[in-house]
């Protein structure tokens, strides 16, 4: 059973199956016994990352079906909220899904500015246990690192370090970073733009947009203006779409090469049409990659969802279930057993579709880097830009 709780108007859709029994309180009892584990969800589901959300829901459950429909021998509930990528209702969301429905796991967010505020609570709280699918906010990992807190996604760090010796190696000397103006853009641009000087660049500006505003145009009349050899950009889903056309339609792309970290063409692919094509970036996933894991996982997951359909916030979501069946298999189901959960999870291999990886200290992927670019709609690998990949974990001290 799936429902959907709409955080606004306080009650519930649901989306399949049969509603919860009228009355029913889970008890502590009937959660240790047969009673199903609850999984509740904060993902966005409608705006720029609507996209993204609901690929993470349907390979999350695609992996929790394809290992018999159960979490260590039972059956699974999920409860969903959608985040409407709001800041300010962060917390409030995450409290009613750990206080009101008890969910034994949560999983989310997709936004960096949500993550900080959802690990500060549960990783204060030290349960449940959190799965981070998406959202790349340094200090998950970092300075608000918990126990509690798993990220089968990546750092923000880990995506854009790679970029600047790449276009620097591209023969780029000057660029400008673009992105929207939260955690995410500002720490993926700091990235970009501090490797890219290493090599021995110069990042002549930094343009920071309103999120989730698509208004560009003042912005492509500055890149024209000010001609840098390149300029590295993050934006995703919708907004994405956006800003590769207006910067085709800006007559930019032929002139100043785009670069991004990989979510700029990632899933966008078809509606970005032209606009996507060439683009390169930098990404813990290409859909090319020749490993069993993924072809099986792009075949399953595009016969359920549609050709083309797959993309990396799936890998992740998929790989967030992945994860969890391996914390209830080492404890039979058993949620109340959370340190034994913990350390099964913090050990776990992943057999990834990005390809086999661990957990650091922190509780991030270990993972390679590519160098990307989009070749007739499809990604495809130019170059293994870093192998294994640890984020630094700056400020992690549990
Ligand atoms: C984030 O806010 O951390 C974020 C959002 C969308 C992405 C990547 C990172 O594609």
Same mark, same amino acid.
């Given at each position: 059973?799936?429902t ?6 306080r009650?519930f859709l649901t989306l ?8 029913f309180?889970?008890t502590?009892f ?5 009673a199903?584990?609850?999984i509740?969800i904060?993902l966005p589901?409608s705006?720029t ?5 609901e690929s993470?829901?349907?390979a999350?459950?695609?992996?929790i079906d394809e290992?018999?429909g159960k979490?260590?021998?039972?059956s699974?509930?999920y409860v969903?909220?959608d985040s ?7 917390g ?6 750990i206080?009101k ?5 949560i999983l989310g967010?997709?936004? @960096?500015?949500? /993550? /900080?505020?959802m690990a500060?609570?549960i ?6 246990i959190m799965i981070?699918p ?5 200090a998950?990992t970092g300075a ?5 807190i798993?990220?089968?996604?990546f750092?923000?760090w880990?995506?854009?370090v790679?970029?600047?010796p ?13 992105s929207?103006?939260?955690g995410?853009?500002i720490?993926?641009m700091q990235?970009g733009?501090e490797?890219f000087?290493k090599?021995?660049?110069k990042?002549v500006?930094d ?7 698509v208004?560009?145009?003042?912005h492509?009349s500055?890149i ?5 050899d390149?300029?590295f950009?993050?934006? @995703?889903?919708?907004g994405a779409?956006k ?7 800006a007559?930019l792309?032929a002139?100043?090469?785009l670069?991004?970290t990989?979510?700029l ?7 970005a049409g ?5 683009v390169?970036t930098t990404?813990?996933?290409v ?6 894991t993924n072809?099986?996982?792009i ?7 549609g050709a083309g ?7 992740q ?8 069946l391996?914390?209830m298999?080492?404890v039979d189901?058993?949620v109340?057993a959370?340190?034994k959960?913990?350390?099964a999870?913090?050990?776990a291999?992943i057999d990834s ?6 957990f650091?200290?922190?509780?991030n992927p ?6 990307r670019?989009?070749?007739?709609g ?8 870093a192998?294994?990949?640890e984020?630094?974990a ?5």
């Amino acid at each position: 059973m799936t429902t959907i709780f709409d955080g606004d108007r306080r009650h519930f859709l649901t989306l399949a199956g049969a509603t919860a029994a009228a009355g029913f309180i889970p008890t502590r009892f009937a959660i240790a016994g047969n009673a199903p584990v609850k999984i509740g969800i904060l993902l966005p589901y409608s705006g720029t990352y609507a996209m993204l959300g609901e690929s993470i829901t349907n390979a999350f459950k695609m992996r929790i079906d394809e290992a018999g429909g159960k979490l260590g021998g039972r059956s699974v509930e999920y409860v969903a909220i959608d985040s409407e990528m709001s800041v300010p209702k962060a917390g409030q969301n995450v409290n009613k899904l750990i206080s009101k429905q008890k969910a034994d796991f949560i999983l989310g967010p997709v936004h @960096s500015g949500i /993550a /900080a505020v959802m690990a500060k609570i549960i990783g204060k709280k030290g349960s449940p246990i959190m799965i981070d699918p998406n959202a790349g906010s340094n200090a998950v990992t970092g300075a608000l690192c918990a126990p509690n807190i798993f990220r089968t996604s990546f750092s923000n760090w880990q995506t854009a370090v790679m970029a600047g010796p790449a276009m620097y190696d591209a023969g780029h000397r000057t660029i400008i970073t673009i992105s929207w103006k939260y955690g995410a853009g500002i720490q993926m641009m700091q990235a970009g733009r501090e490797s890219f000087e290493k090599a021995g660049g110069k990042s002549v500006k930094d343009i920071l947009n309103p999120f989730p505003s698509v208004e560009f145009q003042a912005h492509l009349s500055t890149i024209a203006d000010m001609k840098p050899d390149a300029v590295f950009a993050f934006f @995703s889903g919708g907004g994405a779409i956006k800003f590769l056309k207006d910067y085709e339609a800006a007559g930019l792309k032929a002139k100043i090469p785009l670069y991004g970290t990989g979510f700029l063409t990632e899933g966008v692919e078809k509606p970005a049409g032209s606009a996507a094509e060439g683009v390169q970036t930098t990404l813990h996933y290409v859909r090319d990659l020749p490993n069993e894991t993924n072809k099986r996982f792009i075949a399953n997951y595009e016969k359920q969802f549609g050709a083309g359909k797959s993309n990396v916030f799936a890998v992740q979501g998929y790989d967030a279930a992945s994860l969890l069946l391996q914390g209830m298999a080492a404890v039979d189901g058993d949620v109340g057993a959370q340190g034994k959960i913990i350390s099964a999870m913090g050990s776990a291999v992943i057999d990834s579709p990005r390809g086999k990886f661990t957990f650091s200290k922190s509780h991030n992927p270990v993972q390679n880097i590519y160098l990307r670019e989009v070749r007739n709609g499809k990604q495809v690998t130019l170059k293994t830009l870093a192998k294994g990949l640890e984020d630094p974990a700056v400020g992690c001290k549990a």
